[in-house]
């Protein structure tokens, strides 16, 4: 099971393995604020994509098609094995610091993963 959360919301239980994916630690926040199982900084969208996109609404559908272009790469492929893995064996929380809910990178990322044949 994946699910997402706000780095910025409590801590529960059912979290199970929390898995920060930005590429920056997120604003505010001490290493040691939140319970972060793993920070996979290299899962998340290329420094230059992030840019572009900006968090822009209006780019939301070219962001979703550019970022898993960029998770299809070869170099990606041993990550996402490794987190659908994870997933497989327990629930896995994808942490992110994005305001928008709805349109962010570990939204996209979650649906690369759920459509990963299983191994």
Same mark, same amino acid.
């Given at each position: 099971m994946i699910k997402l959360k706000r780095v910025y919301e409590p801590v529960k239980r059912g979290d199970g393995r929390r898995v920060l994916v930005e590429r920056l630690w997120p604003r505010g926040l001490r290493k040691d604020d939140r319970r972060i199982s793993e920070?996979? &900084?290299?899962v998340a969208p290329s420094p230059e994509l992030r840019r572009w996109?900006?968090?822009?609404? !209006?780019k939301w559908a070219q962001f979703r098609r550019r970022y898993r272009s960029e998770l299809h790469r070869p170099e990606w492929r041993r990550l996402l094995d !490794?987190? !659908?893995?994870k997933a497989r064996r327990g629930t896995v929380t994808l942490v992110y610091a994005a305001r928008d809910t709805e &349109?962010?990178?570990a939204v996209v990322l979650r649906e690369t993963l759920a459509d990963m044949p299983p191994p």
């Open positions: 920070w996979l &900084r290299d996109y900006g968090h822009d609404p !209006a !490794a987190l !659908a893995d &349109r962010n990178s």
